[in-house]
């Protein structure tokens, strides 16, 4: 028998929409020139780049459509941030940023640390994944280079008050960065009224092509290409410009723009009804993050005392496409660094399932979640040595976790 497919992971990424695809044609084979050429044919797609690059000053709030740097996505331009801002800022050699940053800022932060000598500044959070506004404080000094905190969180959705904290950067005197991935279309922004000096951000996550993002840089703020060569984008990012790319981004943020209330009011709303839903069928599950502040779009429910990886098959086996934090390494299924950072004890963040919207769901997907996921937990909790009646673990098995 068919399922219905219902597809509730637009945190990792999304459908292209059939407005941007269109859009995007004709710049592989008719418009085909390069924009940096001379001639007509180069002019042309010239000006469909600038006008690609007025959309996305649109969406960010930004002052002026230069401001905006077309690199190949969110790893990019978060990898681009870090490493410009050490180059810009002779005297100052440390970063600081939080614990439950994407890889493409973790990773890097770990690679400067061993490569450079570079010290960088982690701040925990708390158990809903609000950054330590105080041990923030305490870590800005003269010393302090550059600050990346993203402005909302993958796994959990939980938002940060970028604003507030690019302003303490700002009073230290130094850059502030943030990886806006997963918030760039989900939120309002208006960078010309804040101290942001960089932020990152990435096509697929709101219906447009992969392999296609943007950084943003504030005039006036110093910035040194990560990648060597031509002298495209006035010399901030190098290699012929990926055209279908960028026609393709510069709709998505014109649709992203337009339609952000509605969209998003539309989504919170089924967002909602699941959660509302798989709380009052399922005990022993609880919504982790910051529920009073996060993106419309992202549910992070943990499922005590079951793996979050077991969850997942058996829904996708009911044609539900959903995400777990954990990440299988050397045989053992380890909770989300983001997770553990909030301290969600170790039998909860297994469970952990994250549910991301976008406004191409529908409330018969919400139902056909609610409809199966009671079944699934309960045979879960049956098979589960963690698990007896009523949630608590028997005393006889003790989990050892490594
Ligand atoms: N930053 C965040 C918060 C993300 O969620 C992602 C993608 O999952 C990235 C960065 C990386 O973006 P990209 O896939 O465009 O490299």
């Not at 056909?368 to 608590?392: C, H, K, N, Y």
Request: contains cysteine; negative net charge.
């Amino acid at each position: 028998m068919s399922v219905r497919p219902v597809y509730l992971d637009n945190n990792a990424t999304t459908k292209v929409d059939a407005r941007v695809v269109s859009a995007m044609l004709p710049y592989f084979n008719e418009q085909f020139g390069n924009p940096s050429s001379m001639h007509a044919f180069g002019a042309k797609v010239g000006g469909a780049v600038r006008d690609a690059r007025g959309k996305l000053q649109q969406l960010l709030g930004a002052e002026h459509d230069h401001e905006v740097v077309f690199t190949s996505g969110g790893t990019e331009s978060d990898n681009a941030a870090l490493l410009s801002a050490l180059e810009v800022s002779p005297g100052r050699d440390e970063i600081i940023t939080s614990a439950v940053e994407h890889p493409a800022i973790l990773s890097m932060c770990e690679h400067l640390e061993k490569s450079r000598g570079t010290r960088v500044h982690v701040i925990g959070v708390d158990s809903q994944g609000r950054l330590d506004i105080e041990a923030y404080r305490k870590a800005l000094s003269e010393k302090t280079a550059l600050v990346s905190i993203m402005w909302a969180n993958n796994e959990t959705g939980t938002i940060n008050p970028v604003a507030e904290l690019a302003e303490l950067a700002k009073e230290a005197g130094a850059l502030f960065h943030t990886d806006a991935v997963q918030a760039v279309g989900k939120v309002p922004i208006d960078l010309k009224t804040t101290e942001i000096d960089m932020l990152s951000l990435s096509g697929h996550k709101l219906h447009g092509p992969k392999g296609i993002g943007a950084l943003y840089v504030r005039r006036g703020v110093r910035f040194k290409s990560l990648l060597k060569g031509g002298h495209q984008e006035r010399g901030r990012r190098a290699g012929t410009e990926n055209t279908p790319g960028i026609v393709g981004l510069g709709v998505a943020a014109a649709i992203a723009h337009a339609d952000l209330a509605t969209d998003m009011a539309y989504i919170s709303g089924l967002r909602d009804r699941l959660e509302k839903g798989l709380l009052q069928r399922i005990g022993k599950s609880f919504v982790t993050g910051d529920s009073a502040n996060r993106l419309p779009n992202t549910s992070n429910i943990a499922f005590e005392f079951i793996e979050g990886e077991a969850i997942l098959l058996l829904l996708n086996r009911a044609g539900i496409a959903a995400s777990s934090g954990s990440a299988c390494t050397s045989g053992s299924l380890e909770p989300s660094h983001v997770l553990r950072a909030m301290g969600v004890p170790y039998t909860a963040a297994h469970g952990a399932i994250r549910f991301s919207f976008s406004r191409d769901n529908s409330a018969e997907d919400v139902d056909q979640v609610l409809d199966v996921m009671p079944g699934i937990i309960e045979r879960l909790r049956d098979l589960s040595p963690f698990w007896t009646e009523g949630g608590a673990k028997p005393a006889t098995f003790q989990p050892t976790y490594a």
